[in-house]
Every structure is written in structure tokens, then in C-alpha cells.
């Protein structure tokens, strides 16, 4: 398996690293699991012969980002932005321009996968167009914006898709690696999460903070502020829109665009928070906490913990 890791200046260090790294223990193991496995193969292309990562770690590059129409897997790590506003922006830079044009251009049979910020020059390509993908939980309403075509799950850790794979936020990098190895050997991948003692981790819910999303719909932050005021009351969607001046319909509508969540589903993530919080800073119990995040017992509390922290 050869991969092509797309590089450009400004990438997140920890997540080329982590990918290279990965893959590296993979080869050094692979023949010890399986000898039929074929060789892993990683060279680094990018837009010239030395990329600077933001963090200042230079990487010297194999060849051109028009390369990865020659490798069985593209991959594109993070590009090393923490907010909405600095990933957009990156994608008018020239050299990632460059990199999306790659990207459409790498037809079949090569596979792209994404992590993180990775994910968006990915979609600027067009190739997730009309499937599921995952990315930063936190650049979740951004994306949805850019690219409404593309079926966003902010619960996954590493979405699989055809011929693509992407996967969250910065250091999903791991699971994306591991990931790709697995289609390649299960005992493979297996392998090599023992040696490097990395956990399953298949979904990003247990980090999602609703209040660092990046929302900012006038009707969300209303119904987000009138649902903290009353988390400890029984919920009702029709009178909880009454309450931020709107309708069902639209508050429904607003709710799925910018964060991908039913009013439910959004007010159950901030009991959630708000329990997990007060079990953790008074050490009160799940039925002690339950009544104070809406429900009467601790029993529907603790199917949510199970689900959702």
C-alpha cells in the first residue's frame, strides 16, 4: 500500500507526525503478523521540496502534490487552524488551492482520507459530494455551510465512505491511521494499537462542548440561552420555540442546519453537560443530579451517559 501525505506550510506537526508514525510501526511489524500483507509504503508530497509546519518542523517532500493521482491513498492532514474563520481562509491560499485541484484530479482507484481541518480541502474537491463524512466537531456548522451536499456526522470518529475515509479532530489523526490499516489487516492494526497502547475511541460525542461549537444563528444562541435557564424543567419544543419568538418548524429547520441536532437531541446534550459537570465538581450521584437536569430519576440519565458522555 502506498500513501501519499499531502503537506503544505502552516500543517498541524502532531498530525503528519501521528499518521507517519502509525504507519511506520505498521511496516516495521507487518511481516511478523502477516507476510502476505503488503508493504506500507509513506512518502510526503506537497506544493515544493520543504514544507514548514506550523509549529516550525520542517518536512522535506517526495515529489509534487499531482502525485497523489499515483498512490493507492491520498491522505491530508490537519492544516494546523483553530477556528472556522483561519480553515476557510486557508483554502484561498494558493498552495492548497493547488492541493484541492489534486485531489479532484486523483481519480479511482485512489482512496482519499482526511482528518481534522484535512477534511474541508477534501470537500472544496467536491469528492464528498452526496455522502457521509465526519470532521472537527467543532467546525461542524461551517462545514455544513460550505458544503451542504456533503451528509455531515459530528458523532463519528472515522467515517468510511467509498473511496473516501475522514475522521475528526486533531488527534483522530491515530484512528484515521489505524483505520487504513485495518482495510488493509485487521491483526495488522490490531497490532499496532497494542504496541503504541492507543484505545478504541469510535466516536467524538464524549468531547463535543455545545458552548465551543461555532454557531452563530441568532435562533440557536436564543434557544440555547432559554434552554440552559430551564434545564431542570420538562421540555415542550413548541413552547421552548414560542420562547426565542419562532416557530417549530423553523427552530427545527435552524437547529439541524447549524449543528446537525434536533431540539431534543440538543437539549439531552446539555443535560448531559450539565450533569457530567455536577457529578464531577460535588461528587453528587447520577439520581442525585438527575432531577436537576430535567429528569425524575436516574435511570433515563444513565442510558444517556452511556450514549452520549
Not at 486523483?106 to 474541508?120: N, S, Y
Amino acid at each position: 500500500m502506498r500513501l501519499g501525505v499531502a503537506v503544505v506550510d502552516g500543517c498541524f506537526t502532531a498530525a503528519v507526525a501521528a499518521i507517519v508514525d502509525v504507519l511506520t510501526v505498521a511496516e516495521v511489524v507487518r511481516s511478523s503478523v502477516d507476510p502476505a500483507i503488503p508493504p506500507i509504503e509513506v512518502e510526503m508530497l506537497g506544493p515544493r521540496r520543504r514544507v514548514t509546519t506550523g509549529s516550525g518542523w520542517a518536512i522535506p517532500t517526495a515529489g509534487p502534490l499531482a502525485a497523489l493521482a499515483d498512490v493507492d491513498v491520498a491522505v491530508v492532514p490537519a492544516m494546523g487552524t483553530l477556528t472556522a474563520d483561519d480553515t476557510l481562509a486557508m483554502l484561498e491560499i494558493t498552495e492548497v488551492r493547488r492541493l484541492v485541484r489534486a485531489l479532484g484530479q486523483a481519480g479511482d482507484p485512489v482512496r482519499l482520507a482526511a482528518a481534522c481541518t484535512g477534511t474541508f480541502p477534501v470537500a472544496e474537491a467536491g469528492v464528498l459530494d452526496r455522502g457521509r463524512a465526519t470532521t472537527s466537531w467543532w467546525l461542524g456548522t461551517a462545514f455544513r455551510q460550505r458544503y451542504p451536499a456533503v451528509d455531515l456526522d459530528l458523532e463519528a470518529m472515522v467515517v468510511t465512505d467509498g473511496r473516501t475515509m475522514t475522521a475528526g479532530a486533531a488527534f483522530a489523526h491515530v484512528d484515521l491511521a489505524l483505520a487504513l490499516l485495518r482495510q488493509s489487516s485487521p491483526e495488522l492494526a490490531e497490532q499496532v494499537a497494542r504496541l503504541l497502547v492507543i484505545d478504541e475511541r469510535p466516536s467524538q460525542g464524549a468531547y463535543l462542548a455545545l458552548d465551543h461549537l461555532d454557531h452563530r444563528d441568532d435562533v440557536v444562541v436564543a434557544f440555547e440561552h432559554h434552554v440552559r435557564a430551564h434545564l431542570g424543567e420538562p421540555f415542550d419544543v413548541a413552547g421552548a420555540a414560542r420562547a426565542v419568538g419562532t416557530s417549530r418548524r423553523t427552530l427545527e429547520r435552524r437547529l439541524e442546519r447549524s449543528l446537525g441536532l434536533s431540539p431534543l437531541a440538543f437539549v439531552q446534550r446539555l443535560r448531559v453537560e450539565r450533569a457530567v459537570h455536577l457529578m464531577r465538581t460535588t461528587g453528587a450521584s447520577v439520581d442525585q443530579v438527575a432531577p436537576r437536569v430535567g429528569y425524575a430519576n436516574g435511570s433515563t440519565l444513565r442510558a444517556l451517559l452511556r450514549r452520549l458522555a
